[in-house]
């Protein structure tokens, strides 16, 4: 490399660096350093479609605004499988707006968003969700993110959103090991057993329970019903025991 070019790479390398020691103080108090510190990391990874017909599309609003301002997620998912960074992981992404799952209100300071191209009305394809799942595998990994902490924009935000819509294949993650799922062979729920506490021990918010309803249906049974339906207490008491199943070792739920 050329003198010049040597140069000018020592150059931006000490800006970059830099900028990197000066973060926002206040100065109001004497500064005295402590190496002690991380990045905020995510605990939850929030799944969208993006209700529009092609990713380009989707691109151009999550790098601009929409009617309500400006939004972005950390990833996008092309209909083919192509896979799209906005967002680094260690900053927060503006997906998760007013939401709330296991008694947390900031989902955005606390999750990661992907946006899955589809616009809620077909079915996910195989290319979308074999990206998804590598995507997944890694997030997890790096992160050390509960893999059961996978949810959809719809659970947390039950009274504004449906998305990832009815069509999405929840079950299928579970078998990679993402999110939770009922089990086939499921236990009697004993007497006394309160299915709202289950679906609070899950991590719904109930503050609208017909709508919280529709997310958990959404999510688990292939529907959208505000009402319970049979089998709904067979469901949440499995989901209960595969929680409480956990190993001790595993962060607690959020």
Request: proline share 8%; charged share 20%; glycine share 8%.
């Amino acid at each position: 490399m050329k003198p010049f070019k040597l140069a000018v790479a020592a150059l931006l390398l000490a800006v970059l660096s830099g900028c990197a020691s000066t973060l926002p103080r206040n100065t109001l108090a004497e500064w005295q350093a402590s190496p002690n510190f991380g990045p905020r990391r995510a605990r939850v990874i929030v799944l969208h479609h993006t209700a529009m017909d092609s990713a380009q599309a989707a691109l151009h609003v999550l790098q601009t605004e929409n009617s309500g301002g400006p939004v972005s997620s950390h990833y996008l998912i092309g209909d083919d499988g192509h896979l799209y960074q906005l967002v680094s992981e260690q900053s927060r992404a503006w997906h998760a707006g007013g939401s709330r799952w296991a008694g947390i209100s900031d989902l955005n300071s606390t999750s990661i968003g992907i946006e899955l191209d589809n616009n809620g009305h077909e079915p996910f394809s195989e290319a979308q969700l074999q990206s998804l799942l590598v995507l997944l595998e890694d997030i997890v990994e790096r992160n050390g993110i509960p893999p059961h902490l996978v949810v959809g924009h719809g659970d947390i935000a039950p009274t504004k959103k449906d998305d990832p819509s009815v069509l999405f294949p929840w079950q299928r993650l579970a078998e990679a090991g993402f999110g939770l799922w009922p089990r086939d062979v499921r236990a009697a729920p004993p007497p006394g057993f309160d299915p709202w506490a289950a679906m609070r021990l899950v991590g719904y918010d109930l503050r609208a329970p017909s709508e919280a309803l529709a997310a958990f249906h959404r999510h688990f049974r292939g529907s959208e019903e505000t009402t319970w339906l049979p089998g709904d207490a067979e469901v949440l008491y499995d989901l209960q025991l595969q929680l409480m199943e956990l190993p001790a070792t595993a962060p607690a739920p959020l």
